[in-house]
């Protein structure tokens, strides 16, 4: 009963998207609006399908009912609840589920949201979306069904999720960041469809589009740094990046998003970078849908990666397909990409720009290279090569470098360029703060070039972001005398979010520079009351515990720390050995403080009570996390709407100015 009512959902949804995008398109060419509304309807259709589906599945996974195929393969009735909520997504066939979901909820929010004023563009765009759903839930109802009934016998209980998944809680929130930031990446390449088709890539379009692009990339950079966390934390090897090819299959679409943002300013501002701007949003899907099959193909070795299935061709045709479409597409649209005629000159605001996108596209090209080289290799030559992390550090960090210096020439640079002694004067304004950076560097030790360099970038971008961010509500309290901070703030929150994500960017660049360069460690075998002694810790070994939980045995170790003769408490580093997986999994114990993170990793336990373990200190590793949190918030500002947009969306004026209202008694 429980295969059969959520296989109807998922045919039901099929159904919908598969007469929507047909009826979308017919709507779009006939500017119908009685076909616009059926398309509407026939998404919220395609969102409920998949909302019932998946509500489904929970229900078999909570209830333990074995008799579907996909709770037979992850559910376990000594798995905790939290872990069998998310084991949704623990595995193939409910990962492709989960993604019909959040397709779902796009789909319907595009629907609900995208009404006034874009309904030229919305048939087209809801006809994308729902041909894109088409095909997942055609792969839901055939080589991906996790509906399909258990073979008899009807095993009285299952393997439970994937061990490394159950191991920390950021596996309840890490997948679902990255699937809305990779579903979310299909409603701008809609609407980019739609603007293609309908011969328009105006400012109409354009607005509404980078909101519709900043979401999925908020999601996709606080999902990849989860996923940085989560390694840093389960994995036990002490780092965070290593340029695992699943980890990379996340970024690729993440740097394409990011320039297509930064060419969409140029856009709206200057009227160029047409082009830059539709081609990126295009890349940027097709590298998610690459993204999806890597890690669904088993193509790829990784721990994040599922085994072998039959969906690899599938989506592999899905990909070609795609890449074909868009292609024809803008060979018969590439007159509406010529951008304004101007004179702007290369050493501008949006000269800077265009050298930022060409950064972003080459380190994109040298990460995918570094990705699937190792594939092409093995499926041509039968041989088996990898690509590791000196290729990528030697080829992208001069690239990071790059960006990073541009980060603070571009903003400092004048649009449509300017006098040249106008130029000179504010790339050498921030010299002195690049000067500062690059004596805190010496001052705390930094001797290598890499991060001397990244230092006194930073001091330049932070004092150019600090000076432009804030240019807004310092003009406006100039010239209003005496409002208050926040409403001079609110004039122009997207342009205060970039530079508040600006300075996110600067510092996980400096903490990423400083921890893989300055990164200590020491290991040894301890018996009870042997110390450990590093970076000013010693860690006194206490003893070994078992701890027998339903779904885990924990071996534990219990290891007091004290830095100059003050004790800090103690740290239990484990080893977790589930039922269903041969070799135990590693748990670090992790003591954070802003300066550094002290990392003890248990090694093995031994018959006499003695254990193997592995202390590392790393410094700023916290700023990392803390940077990418500053990334998130900033994008959140950018998408508070302008006192122009609010005057522009208000009914007859009826919406007054919040900036001056919040003002209180700010005069």
């Known amino acids: 009963m429980t295969s059969a009512l959520g296989q109807g959902f998922v045919l039901l949804g099929l159904i919908a998207a598969s007469f929507g995008a047909p009826f979308g398109y017919v709507a779009g060419v006939r500017r119908s609006a009685s076909g616009l509304r059926w398309t509407r309807r026939l998404a919220h259709v395609f969102a409920v399908a998949m909302v019932g589906a998946c509500g489904v599945m929970w229900y078999a996974l909570l209830s333990h009912d074995f008799s579907v195929s996909y709770v037979a393969q992850v559910g376990s009735r000594a798995t905790p609840l939290h872990i069998t909520i998310f ?29 006034r004023g874009h309904e030229d563009y919305l048939a087209y765009t809801l006809a994308t979306l729902l041909a894109i759903g088409a095909f997942f839930t055609f792969l839901i109802a055939s080589v991906a069904d996790p509906f399909a009934p258990t073979p008899a016998p009807i095993p009285p209980d299952g393997p439970g999720p994937n061990p490394l998944l159950q191991n920390h809680l950021l596996m309840a929130i890490h997948p679902p960041m990255l699937y809305l930031g990779y579903v979310g990446m299909s409603v701008p390449f809609a609407m980019a469809v739609a603007a293609l088709l309908r011969g328009q890539l105006g400012a109409t379009w354009l607005r509404p589009m980078r909101r519709w692009l900043l979401v999925p990339t908020s999601f996709l950079t606080a999902g990849i740094m989860l996923g940085g966390w989560w390694s840093y934390e389960v994995l036990g090897w002490g780092g965070y990046w290593a340029w695992d090819p699943v980890e990379n299959a996340s970024f690729l679409p993440w740097l ?48 994040h990666s599922f085994t072998q299935s039959p969906i690899g061709p599938v989506f592999l045709g899905f990909l070609a397909l795609c890449t074909a479409a868009v292609v024809v597409l803008l060979s018969l649209r590439i007159d509406t990409l010529v951008s304004e005629p101007s004179n702007e000159r290369l050493v501008s605001r949006e000269g800077a720009f265009l050298l930022n996108n060409l950064l972003f596209v080459s380190l994109m090209f040298t990460v995918l290279v570094g990705t699937i080289y190792p594939i092409i290799a093995e499926s041509l030559r039968g041989v ?167 779904h885990l045995l924990r071996h534990q170790a219990r290891v007091e720390v004290s830095s100059n ?76 709407p302008t006192a122009a947009e609010r005057r522009a969306a208000a009914p007859s004026g009826a919406v007054p100015d919040l900036a001056a209202s919040s003002a209180g008694g700010g005069r």
């Open 87 to 115: 084991s949704l997504w623990s595995s193939l066939e409910g990962s492709i589920l989960f993604w019909g979901l959040i397709l779902g909820l796009y789909i319907a929010a595009t629907a609900i949201f995208q009404r």
């Open 256 to 303: 394409t998003g990011i320039a297509a943002l930064h060419s969409g300013v140029v856009q709206q501002r200057r009227g160029t970078l047409k082009a830059w701007t539709v081609i990126l949003i295009m890349i940027t899907f097709l590298l998610t849908i690459l993204g999806t099959f890597l890690t669904r193909s088993g193509v790829v070795n990784s721990v």
């Open 384 to 550: 088996k090569v990898s690509v590791g992390e000196p290729y990528f550090n030697r080829m992208a960090v001069p690239l990071f470098g790059g960006l990073l210096l541009m980060m603070g020439v571009g903003p400092a640079l004048p649009w449509g360029g300017s006098n040249p002694k106008l130029v000179r004067r504010a790339l050498l304004r921030p010299l002195p703060a690049a000067a500062v950076g690059l004596a805190v560097a010496l001052l705390f030790g930094a001797r290598s070039a890499p991060v001397l360099l990244v230092c006194a970038f930073a001091g330049f971008a932070l004092w150019v972001t600090a000076d432009q961010g804030l240019r807004p509500a310092r003009t406006r309290r100039r010239r209003e005398g005496g409002r208050g901070p926040l409403a001079a703030l609110l004039v122009a929150p997207d342009k205060l979010g970039a530079y508040v994500v600006h300075f996110g960017v600067v510092v996980t660049f400096v903490a990423v520079a400083v921890s893989s360069s300055f990164q200590r460690e020491a290991e040894s075998t301890l018996r009870a009351g042997d110390t450990l002694t590093l970076g000013g810790y010693e860690m006194t070994f206490r003893g070994a515990e078992q701890v027998r939980e339903p």
């Open 565 to 640: 003769g003050r004790n800090l408490g103690a740290l239990y580093p484990s080893l977790n050995i589930y039922p269903n997986q041969r070799e135990p999994i590693g748990t670090p114990a992790v003591r954070t403080t802003a300066a550094h993170d002290l990392y003890l990793t248990l090694m093995n336990v031994g018959g006499d009570g003695s254990i193997g373990l592995r202390a590392i200190r790393t410094p700023l590793v916290a700023w990392i996390w803390i940077g990418v949190v500053i990334m998130v918030l900033g994008t959140a500002l950018c998408l508070i």
